[in-house]
């Protein structure tokens, strides 16, 4: 069924006017790296942390709009394992956007009937962000509808050295045999291992590259790049990856 882009429709741009969606071509899993927060707030001759902000703003203009349009997953990438090499009062600040943004819109979530999940090294992220992070959790385990699945603290290639070592383990104390261990025996031990793999990757602000990004998870996803930094990302450019993802080809190596 066509649905029409409340967004889109409105734009000056004629070339986009008349898009529509097609809802059973719509992506189950959507990830996102949010690039561009810094360069935006530069730009403007703010400070980098305004950046955080503002795209904090967008991230729930994004999850409204995907649970509106019946997506089951949107992972968003809110701090890799690279982060800490920041400066420490960005790196605190960014420590704080968990709280403020989930004691603001919990209450939302949780009427839109969103899960939140989290992927990533949980362990190490502040008392206070990992609270604010539980507690979101926790009141929206039952729910049934978008799962927003934040990425904190998460850095793929460390993803894959701790399940080798799981699986290392379990051929260690005779669990499995090595002949057991392939891609779906893997894929179990990654933090995804309850997800979808993303049907669409976005990233924003113009780089072209995953970042220590789901490695292995968007083996044969389809990738969407824009030069629009994150806080300027909004739901008609994320009706347009949509609709560019719907008329693609995916053929997973066949023809």
């Excluded at 029409?4 to 809802?23: E, G, M, V, Y």
């Excluded at 051929?171 to 894929?187: A, H």
């Excluded at 030069?227 to 994320?238: L, N, Q, R, T």
Aim: glycine residues 6%; charged residues 30%.
């Amino acid at each position: 069924m066509p649905i029409k882009l409340p967004f889109l429709k409105n734009k000056s741009n004629t070339n986009i006017q008349n898009l529509r969606l097609d809802k059973e071509l719509l992506p189950c899993h959507v990830a996102i790296i949010m690039d561009g927060n810094g360069r935006w707030a530069k730009s403007r001759g703010m400070p980098r942390i305004a950046g955080h902000k503002e795209g904090m703003n967008v991230v729930k203009r994004i999850v409204r709009y995907a649970s509106d349009l019946g997506i089951d997953i949107l992972t968003l990438y809110a701090f890799s394992t690279e982060n800490w090499k920041r400066p420490k009062k960005e790196v605190d600040f960014l420590m704080k956007l968990p709280m403020e943004f989930l004691n603001t819109y919990l209450p939302e979530l949780i009427e839109k009937n969103v899960r939140v999940e989290t992927i990533g090294d949980f362990d190490r992220l502040p008392e206070h962000t990992k609270k604010a992070v539980q507690e979101a959790k926790d009141r929206t385990a039952d729910n049934t509808g978008l799962i927003l699945n934040f990425a904190l603290n998460y850095g793929s290639r460390n993803e894959m050295i701790e399940a080798v070592k799981q699986v290392a383990k379990q051929v260690q104390e005779g669990e499995i045999n090595i002949q057991d261990i392939d891609e779906s025996c893997f894929t179990d031990h990654l933090f995804t291992a309850d997800l979808k793999e993303p049907d669409l990757l976005i990233r924003t602000s113009g780089e072209q590259r995953l970042s220590n990004f789901l490695l292995w998870q968007l083996a044969y996803s389809e990738f969407w790049f824009t030069d629009v930094f994150w806080p300027d990302f909004d739901e008609s450019y994320f009706e347009k990856a949509l609709y560019d993802y719907q008329n693609r080809k995916r053929r997973y190596g066949g023809i």
